[in-house]
């Protein structure tokens, strides 16, 4: 839903997909679709930003990739990720005005802090009404039962699912 919601603001998207998901990730609305497999991501991001880097860089990943991230973001770029952060004992975020945030939005729910979780209710209600008004497409690919979750979960370990799967109880 990142995609969409960068486009819905009215930015420019380059993303990163394996080659089974490029037209998906167009079908959203991405300006730039990279398969990491066969192009460097390095060298289209140049090529795309003049060399300047990227803004603003969504990492849901994790691994290996977001410390190679640092190295694409242009000045006063920041880096959001999910799973793990870089290594920055080397690296000198301070000189390039760079950020990097962390996203747990799970956190939150165990945080017991009243503010945060409004603000998480508040981002939900836009998220559906995005949703409603046919502006953002919740991308669900396929519903199961619940006892087939086992198998739902290993589509996703196996990354042959595009999109979300639900499962109904």
């Known amino acids: 839903m990142d995609i969409q919601l960068a486009k819905h603001s009215g930015l420019t998207v380059i993303t990163t997909v394996s080659k089974h998901k490029i037209e998906?990730?167009?079908k959203l609305g991405a300006d730039y679709v990279i398969d990491y497999h066969s192009e460097n991501i390095d060298q289209v991001?140049?090529?795309?930003?003049n060399n300047l880097g990227v803004d603003?860089?969504?990492?849901?990943?994790?691994?290996?990739?977001?410390?190679?991230d640092l190295?694409?973001?242009?000045?006063?770029?920041?880096?959001?990720?999910?799973?793990?952060?870089?290594?920055?004992?080397?690296?000198?975020?301070?000189?390039?005005?760079?950020?990097i945030l962390t996203l747990n939005l799970g956190g939150v729910h165990q945080s017991n802090n009243e503010?945060?979780?409004n603000d998480i209710g508040i981002m939900e209600?836009?998220?559906?009404?995005?949703?409603?008004?046919?502006?953002i497409d919740p991308?669900?690919?396929e519903v199961i039962d619940f006892q087939d979750i086992p198998k739902g979960l290993e589509k996703l370990k196996q990354h042959s699912l595009v999109g979300k799967i639900i499962a109904t109880i």
């Open 24 to 26: 998906f990730a167009k």
């Open 45 to 49: 991001i140049n090529k795309v930003t």
């Open 56 to 68: 603003l860089i969504i990492n849901p990943v994790g691994g290996s990739t977001v410390q190679d």
């Open 71 to 99: 190295n694409r973001l242009a000045y006063n770029g920041g880096l959001v990720t999910i799973l793990n952060t870089p290594d920055v004992s080397n690296y000198d975020l301070r000189s390039k005005g760079q950020s």
């Open 115 to 117: 503010s945060q979780l």
């Open 125 to 135: 209600d836009e998220l559906v009404k995005l949703v409603s008004n046919n502006i």
């Open 139 to 141: 991308m669900v690919s």
